[in-house]
């Protein structure tokens, strides 16, 4: 058996194919299923647009995430700065060509749909300072001349995106990144320097939101002030959570998102409606769900040897945990509302691709551990 998955000491298909996580990939579908059901919800149960299209791409790009998991980790390793480039690059012609919905510019139109690079730049991010560190003694990272690169390719997205502008997005970017940056054994006097810094400059980065983004933070702490307004989506989120009760209303049984109380119900607040309609028990087999699949990731990362796939594994785990108390927290009122998509349910999909590609390198350090 040995010599049918081993030829010259590398890993044939088969060999291949046996090491895939499958536990991981199980969580993974049983997560696309229960969106399926969501989606076929927010339409009332109809098999409408968002459905079929939530379907067709997790079907697609579940079959390019195994596809990819084959690929060997060093080819992930290798190119991880071009990867870095060709999103930037993409970002940059946002600005350019990019198509505008809803007051912000962040799609590039690809005619199969429309892919928004701020997305991908979450995982780029990952894998170019995965790469950058990787090669570093631990002993030198918090040099501030291994600073300079991972703080300059941090802040280029950063800013393009605000540009957008997108905020949810840019600070999720800069989350991911400062996670591998301290992963990477950065001392914690650098970060509590920036915070420092962030904390002067508040008022000077508050000037410069958008009306919207300013309207959002004071609706935040009082959503009362406007509930027919700014604050009517937060607001009715509550009621659609609380409504849910323990054991929630039943399936296509959610008043507020059927009576379309609910704004955005297929994507940002995905979640909402899940809480709706399958409540507290359901709400936390979901989290169940995102715990294990974060838990595999970590497993994943601490099984290999090899410090790009290390740092990348761990990165992307903690950047993952970040996006989905981000959503979670968005929809119960305990975040400004920002807009950031709950993985693999919401529909979107440059976030999906975006997911399913940093899956596919983590799998990949799975097969190839060394």
Same mark, same amino acid.
């Given at each position: ?9 590398? @890993?044939? =298909?088969?060999?291949?194919? $046996? ?5 991981? !990939? /199980?969580?993974? #579908?049983? +997560?696309? %299923? ?33 596809? @990819?998991? =084959?690929?060997?980790?060093? $080819? ?5 700065? !071009? /990867?870095?480039? #060709?999103? +930037?690059? %993409? ?33 780029? @991010? ?20 291994? %600073? ?223």
């Amino acid at each position: 058996m040995a010599e049918k998955i081993f030829i010259r000491g590398k @890993l044939n =298909f088969m060999g291949k194919l $046996f090491s895939l996580d499958f536990f991981l !990939i /199980f969580l993974i #579908l049983l +997560l696309g %299923l229960i969106s399926f059901f969501a989606m076929y919800s927010t339409e009332r149960g109809v098999f409408n647009y968002y459905t079929l299209s939530h379907i067709y791409r997790f079907s697609t790009f579940f079959i390019l995430f195994i596809f @990819l998991s =084959f690929f060997k980790i060093e $080819f992930w390793n290798k190119n991880a700065y !071009i /990867f870095y480039f #060709l999103v +930037l690059i %993409l970002l940059f012609g946002v600005d350019l060509f990019g198509v505008t919905a809803s007051g912000s510019r962040r799609w590039i139109n690809l005619f199969i749909f429309n892919l928004q690079p701020s997305e991908l730049m979450k995982v780029a @991010l990952i894998a170019f300072l995965a790469r950058y560190y990787s090669n570093k003694p631990s002993h030198s990272v918090s040099q501030v001349k291994h %600073l300079v690169i991972p703080i300059f390719v941090l802040f280029i997205p950063v800013a393009l995106v605000i540009t957008q502008p997108d905020l949810g997005t840019a600070l999720l970017i800069a989350i991911g990144g400062f996670i591998v940056i301290w992963l990477a054994g950065v001392k914690i006097k650098y970060f509590m320097f920036s915070l420092a810094t962030l904390a002067c400059l508040m008022p000077v980065v508050i000037a410069t939101l958008k009306p919207y983004q300013k309207l959002r933070i004071l609706t935040f702490f009082n959503p009362e002030r406007d509930p027919l307004g700014a604050g009517y989506q937060i607001i009715q989120s509550k009621i659609a959570v609380g409504s849910g009760g323990i054991f929630g209303k039943g399936y296509l049984n959610g008043s507020q998102s059927y009576l379309d109380y609910l704004p955005e119900k297929h994507t940002d607040f995905i979640f909402t409606l899940f809480s709706e309609e399958f409540g507290f028990i359901g709400s936390i087999i979901l989290l169940i769900i995102y715990a294990l699949i974060i838990y595999r990731v970590i497993v994943i990362g601490s099984e290999t040897r090899n410090n790009f796939a290390k740092l990348f594994c761990f990165g992307f785990a903690g950047s993952f945990f970040v996006y989905v108390a981000v959503n979670m927290s968005m929809v119960l009122g305990l975040l400004p509302i920002v807009g950031a998509p709950l993985p693999i349910m919401s529909y979107g999909g440059s976030s999906m691709l975006s997911i399913m590609l940093a899956f596919a390198i983590v799998m990949s350090c799975k097969i190839h551990k060394s």
